[in-house]
């Protein structure tokens, strides 16, 4: 590029605008990794899960994938946990803190961080391998292993893990509905920082489903000050999968307004200890 500036000019600007994060939303395209889904104790998702959500069964999810074609971004790499939670009746996921690496994963963050709320982190460290059937995956951050994955590709830990991955078959789109929180967050006049404006928000997802693979995994998790994943202990790993797939987000909304007495439980998933203090 010749002479680059910080102002857009009127072509550039029209590109933009008519490009597919803008017109459609976010694509991870290439969207390759594992699954991996285990019982957990129910006090402890009780205890994370903010209000209005409700808590809806004694189950994790966790996955490390390869995000290879984004439309708003370079490839990069991404692990995340969570759980599923329920609000008036409809089921969706809450995802507690992402995990990423690579070339693309800064636009990555910032974009999920500021259009979604998403609490995403960089690691230190994210590996995926596959070598025939067998999948390693792990995440370090701070010097601890986060999550340790060691899968073999072919059958279930469980036969319970066959309906929790159903959507997921091959040739299938799949609908998914997250769970996400935004929050505002400014300096006052007086130099004071506050937080206001929290709110519940609804995001939905297809996702075209090329592949699948069910999974006998092997998962230990272990927690950091600043990421504790541990919190979520594996009573029973049920089963994982080898998924590659393209996931469109088609769209998410405001649910309601939320109390600021639930902040305590969506900070640690945005930000380090040395800022919280």
């Given at each position: 590029?010749?002479?680059?500036?910080f102002?857009?000019?009127?072509?550039?600007?029209?590109?933009?605008k008519?490009?597919?994060?803008?017109?459609?939303?976010?694509?991870l395209?290439?969207?390759e990794?594992?699954?991996?889904?285990?019982q957990?104790?129910?006090?402890a998702i009780?205890?994370?899960?903010p209000?209005?959500?409700?808590?809806?069964?004694?189950?994790?999810?966790?996955?490390?994938?390869?995000?290879?074609?984004?439309?708003?971004?370079?490839?990069?790499?991404?692990?995340?946990?969570?759980?599923?939670?329920?609000?008036?009746?409809?089921?969706?996921?809450?995802?507690?803190?992402?995990?990423?690496?690579?070339?693309?994963?800064?636009?990555?963050?910032?974009?999920?961080?500021?259009?979604?709320?998403?609490?995403?982190k960089?690691?230190d460290?994210?590996?995926?391998?596959?070598?025939?059937?067998?999948v390693?995956?792990?995440?370090?951050?701070?010097g601890?292993?986060l999550?340790?994955?060691?899968?073999?590709?072919?059958?279930?830990?469980?036969?319970?893990?066959?309906?929790?991955?159903?959507?997921?078959?091959?040739?299938?789109?799949?609908?998914g509905?997250?769970?996400?929180?935004?929050?505002?967050f400014?300096?006052?006049?007086?130099?004071?920082?506050?937080?206001?404006?929290?709110?519940?928000?609804?995001?939905?997802?297809?996702?075209?489903?090329?592949?699948?693979?069910?999974?006998?995994?092997?998962v230990?998790?272990?927690?950091?000050?600043?990421?504790?994943?541990?919190?979520?202990?594996?009573?029973?790993?049920?089963?994982?999968?080898?998924?590659?797939l393209?996931?469109?987000?088609?769209?998410?909304?405001?649910?309601?307004?939320?109390?600021?007495?639930?902040?305590?439980?969506?900070?640690?998933?945005?930000?380090?200890?040395?800022?919280?203090?």
């Amino acid at each position: 590029m010749k002479n680059p500036s910080f102002v857009m000019t009127s072509d550039e600007m029209q590109a933009f605008k008519n490009g597919d994060y803008m017109k459609t939303g976010a694509v991870l395209g290439g969207f390759e990794g594992i699954y991996v889904s285990w019982q957990t104790d129910p006090k402890a998702i009780k205890k994370i899960l903010p209000a209005p959500l409700d808590f809806f069964l004694p189950i994790a999810t966790a996955y490390v994938a390869n995000v290879a074609k984004p439309n708003y971004a370079a490839p990069y790499l991404e692990a995340g946990i969570g759980v599923p939670a329920i609000y008036e009746g409809a089921m969706g996921f809450y995802f507690i803190n992402f995990q990423l690496k690579g070339e693309g994963a800064a636009m990555g963050t910032f974009l999920g961080r500021e259009n979604g709320g998403i609490p995403k982190k960089f690691a230190d460290e994210l590996v995926l391998t596959r070598d025939g059937n067998a999948v390693k995956a792990y995440v370090e951050r701070d010097g601890v292993r986060l999550i340790d994955i060691d899968a073999v590709i072919g059958v279930y830990n469980t036969p319970d893990a066959a309906t929790l991955f159903a959507p997921y078959t091959p040739g299938a789109v799949a609908e998914g509905c997250n769970y996400l929180y935004k929050f505002d967050f400014d300096q006052m006049p007086d130099g004071t920082t506050a937080f206001s404006n929290l709110r519940l928000r609804q995001s939905f997802s297809k996702s075209t489903v090329h592949e699948f693979l069910p999974a006998t995994c092997k998962v230990s998790l272990q927690s950091s000050e600043n990421d504790p994943w541990a919190e979520l202990p594996i009573v029973k790993v049920l089963g994982g999968g080898y998924t590659n797939l393209d996931m469109h987000l088609v769209g998410d909304h405001t649910i309601c307004q939320v109390d600021m007495d639930e902040l305590p439980k969506l900070l640690k998933g945005k930000f380090d200890k040395v800022f919280l203090g």
